[in-house]
């Protein structure tokens, strides 16, 4: 009887262990789910590799991305999103790599540039995030619904709408909002509109 006792304990405790392997790849198949989960559907990381978005953004900063926020709002005027370009500005074999702007014109905005200065209806804007006046005329055109104008902060060194063969961008090729810079550490903070 106590034999058959300590066999009984010694299966409960054998099978009471667990299996640290099977526990392993469980809690890293979970957090490999959760991760791929937030970057999709919440918020992600970007990094900055041009100087189209100079003085707001530099060479290198890195972001965070959200993206829950235009599931229930429209991009505003000053927003800095990230977006999927159009197609025509991705080369043959070449991977299609997401842009960074700012919003300047939305649908059913008539925007033109000329003599250094951005017009939205008519009324010049004000921009003090600007690197320099922009030094190219365009416009005046008209925004499509569900879609926006986006030019880069370093106007005359920025590959955005004003250059584009089709100059506004879908709304639905919009990514998400660049709310917080994380990197560098001296330029830790939240990015402003304006």
Same mark, same amino acid.
Do not use: C
């Given at each position: 009887?106590?034999?058959?006792?300590?066999?009984?304990?010694?299966?409960?405790?054998?099978?009471?262990? %667990?299996?640290? /392997?099977? &526990?392993?790849?469980?809690?890293?198949? $979970?957090?490999?789910?959760?991760? #791929?989960?937030?970057?999709? !559907?919440?918020?992600? +990381?970007?990094?900055?590799?041009?100087?189209?978005?100079?003085?707001? #953004?530099?060479?290198?900063?890195? #972001?965070?991305? &959200?993206?829950?926020?235009?599931? *229930?709002?429209?991009?505003?005027?000053?927003?800095?999103?990230? !977006?999927?370009?159009?197609? &025509?500005?991705?080369? +043959?074999?070449?991977?299609? @790599?997401? !842009?960074?702007?700012?919003?300047?014109? $939305?649908?059913?905005?008539?925007? +033109?540039?000329?003599?250094?200065?951005?017009?939205?209806?008519?009324? %010049?804007?004000?921009?003090?995030?600007? =690197?320099?006046?922009? @030094?190219? &005329? /365009?416009?005046?055109?008209?925004?499509?619904?569900?879609?926006?104008?986006? *030019?880069?902060? @370093?106007? @005359?060194?920025?590959?955005?709408?004003?250059?584009?063969?089709?100059? *506004?961008?879908?709304?639905?090729?919009?990514?998400? =909002? +660049?709310?917080?810079?994380?990197?560098?550490?001296?330029?830790?903070?939240? $990015? =402003?509109?304006?």
């Amino acid at each position: 009887m106590a034999n058959q006792n300590q066999n009984i304990k010694h299966s409960e405790t054998k099978g009471s262990d %667990p299996n640290i /392997w099977l &526990e392993s790849v469980q809690t890293i198949g $979970l957090s490999v789910v959760l991760a #791929l989960g937030i970057r999709q !559907f919440v918020a992600e +990381a970007r990094y900055i590799p041009t100087g189209s978005m100079e003085p707001t #953004l530099q060479v290198n900063d890195r #972001l965070v991305v &959200e993206k829950i926020s235009y599931l *229930f709002t429209v991009p505003d005027r000053g927003d800095i999103v990230v !977006f999927w370009p159009p197609e &025509e500005l991705t080369p +043959a074999g070449q991977p299609r @790599n997401a !842009f960074i702007k700012r919003v300047i014109g $939305l649908p059913g905005d008539t925007l +033109a540039v000329t003599d250094g200065q951005v017009f939205i209806n008519d009324e %010049p804007i004000d921009e003090r995030y600007i =690197k320099a006046p922009p @030094n190219y &005329e /365009w416009g005046p055109k008209t925004v499509p619904k569900e879609s926006y104008l986006v *030019f880069g902060d @370093n106007r @005359n060194n920025s590959v955005d709408s004003h250059a584009w063969p089709r100059p *506004f961008l879908p709304e639905d090729q919009i990514i998400g =909002k +660049a709310v917080v810079r994380f990197w560098p550490p001296n330029r830790v903070g939240l $990015l =402003k509109r304006d």
